[in-house]
C-alpha cells in the first residue's frame, strides 16, 4: 500500500515539473512589445552606466516648449509594430514649421490647436535641452527627461520586442529618477 502513494506523488510532481518547465520556455522565448529610450551620447541617464530604459505603454506623448515662441508643442505617438506613428500634433502657436496643410485633429484640447498626421518613423531621434523643458508623457508617467542627461543629448525612441532577459536587464523608464537625483 505505500507503493501507491509514493507512485502517484512522483506522477504528480513530474506532471507539476513539465508544467512549470512549458512556462519557463515560454517566458524565456516570448516576445514583449516595448519602447525603448536610449541616450546616443553615452552618457546615460543620471549620469549613470544605465543607458537604456523602456515603457510597455503603446501610446506616448512628447512635450516642449518652442525655443523661439515660448509656447507647449506636443506630438502624440503610437506604437505600431515596428514603427511610430504620428497621429497628432498640438501647439499654443503658429512659427516656421507648422503643418497648416494636415487636417484639423478630430479632438481639440482647450488653448491649443491640433493637426491629424498619421506620419510612420522607424524611430524618433530628439535632441534635448533644459531651455525647452522636454518631456515624455505615457500611462500615468511624466518623465523629465530634460533633467536626465546634459543639455543638446540626443534621446533614441525605438520601438522593440524585449524577451525576458532584456527585460530584467534594462529598466522601466518611470523607474529612473526624473529629477536628476539618484
Known amino acids: 500500500m505505500s507503493k501507491l502513494p509514493s507512485r502517484y506523488l512522483w506522477g504528480v510532481t513530474g ?10 520556455i515560454i517566458g524565456i522565448t516570448s516576445r514583449l512589445s516595448v ?4 541616450v546616443e551620447d ?7 552606466d544605465q543607458q537604456v ?20 508643442w506636443e506630438e502624440q505617438y503610437q506604437r505600431n509594430d515596428d514603427a511610430l506613428l504620428l497621429t497628432t500634433t498640438y501647439f499654443e502657436a503658429f512659427g516656421a514649421g507648422t503643418p497648416s496643410t494636415e487636417a484639423l485633429a478630430t479632438v481639440q484640447k482647450p488653448g491649443y490647436l491640433g493637426y491629424q498626421i498619421n506620419e510612420s518613423l522607424p524611430n524618433l531621434d530628439w535632441v534635448v535641452s533644459r531651455l525647452t523643458k522636454g518631456e515624455i508623457n505615457y500611462g500615468d508617467h511624466q518623465i523629465l527627461i530634460h533633467q536626465w542627461v546634459p543639455d543638446y543629448s ?13 527585460r530584467l536587464k534594462k529598466d522601466f523608464c518611470h523607474e529612473l529618477s526624473s529629477d536628476g537625483s539618484e
Open 35 to 38: 519602447i525603448e529610450v536610449s
Open 15 to 24: 506532471v507539476a515539473l513539465s508544467v512549470a518547465l512549458v512556462f519557463l
Open 154 to 166: 540626443t534621446i533614441i525612441i525605438t520601438p522593440k520586442a524585449y524577451g525576458l532577459v532584456d
Open 42 to 48: 553615452g552618457i546615460g541617464l543620471n549620469g549613470s
Open 53 to 72: 530604459c523602456y515603457f510597455v505603454e503603446p501610446e506616448f506623448q512628447l512635450r516642449w516648449m518652442h525655443s523661439v515662441e515660448k509656447q507647449w
